[in-house]
């Protein structure tokens, strides 16, 4: 099932995301073969049936079809190729889960493609939902070559926003994986954000994921776009952060 969005919303997405010119982005990469990591092949030779000797070209054909949708930098330098959750430490927690029935929801989830490794590794696609403020979804079937295999929901909305298919997952998500997403706000908003993250879990639920951070926290001008201003985190504010909005939502 598949969603989408409303007509003159305020996103949230940064000013940089709008259509680029991608001869004149830094963040645009012509070849972006060294992404295509060992474990992505893997994905896409057995989950996808594409051989070895085709994916680089299915990759960059994908990937330019992507960047016209929104050019974020994760889309044109391809580091989107490399897979985020299965290289976590709770990964096999959080597939054992979702085998027994836990519901994710993939926030940021772009194509799709931390949602394609969890079926590929036994979930059952019913339990996995993606959620991304533009639709990319139709591409990651494309992508990956499993439309009318792969039964997961993807809602196309801003997930800051009262969108009604969000607000029926309030307290219903046993998993939230946000993964390279909230470290494109300043310190306000990355809390907001979390307090958002929070108000969709329930008793026992887990919120997972990685973000850019520095070994000093504090606020970063996004590298050749010194307009945008982000906070990147170190372990301890990281933590703080969390205890703030978990205050805030009386979840601490």
């Known amino acids: 099932m598949m969603s989408s969005t409303q007509a003159n919303t305020n996103y949230s997405e940064p000013e940089y995301a709008k259509s680029q010119d991608r001869a004149k982005m830094p963040y645009y990469t012509v070849d972006i ?19 070895r000797d085709q994916q680089i070209e299915h990759v960059h054909f994908i990937r330019d079809k992507a960047w016209d949708i929104r050019a974020y930098p994760c889309i044109g330098l391809g580091v989107w190729l490399t897979p985020q959750l299965c290289r976590l430490p709770v990964y096999e927690s959080i597939l054992a889960r979702v085998k027994n029935g836990a519901v994710l929801m993939d926030v940021g989830t772009f194509i799709g493609h931390d949602l394609r490794r969890l079926v590929y590794d036994g979930a059952p696609s019913e339990k996995v939902i993606g959620v991304d403020i533009v639709n990319h979804f139709d591409l990651g079937y494309e992508f990956f070559c499993d439309l009318g295999r792969f039964h997961g929901q993807f809602i196309e909305a801003d997930f800051l926003s009262s969108s009604p298919e969000l607000m029926a997952l309030k307290g219903q998500i046993d998993i939230i994986l ?14 907001k954000a979390l307090e958002t993250l929070i108000s969709f879990t329930k008793p026992g639920s887990s919120i997972v994921g990685n973000q850019i951070g520095n070994q000093v926290a504090q606020s970063v001008a996004v590298e050749q776009l010194p307009s945008v201003v982000t906070w990147r985190h170190n372990q301890k504010s990281f933590a703080q952060m969390f205890e703030e909005a978990g205050k805030a939502t009386g979840s601490h």
Do not use: C, F, G, M
Request: negative net charge.
């Open 33 to 51: 073969a060294n992404h295509l990591v060992p474990e992505t092949q893997d994905l896409l030779e057995k989950y996808s049936k594409i051989p």
């Open 178 to 191: 946000v993964s390279q997403l909230l470290h494109q706000w300043d310190w306000d908003n990355q809390v």
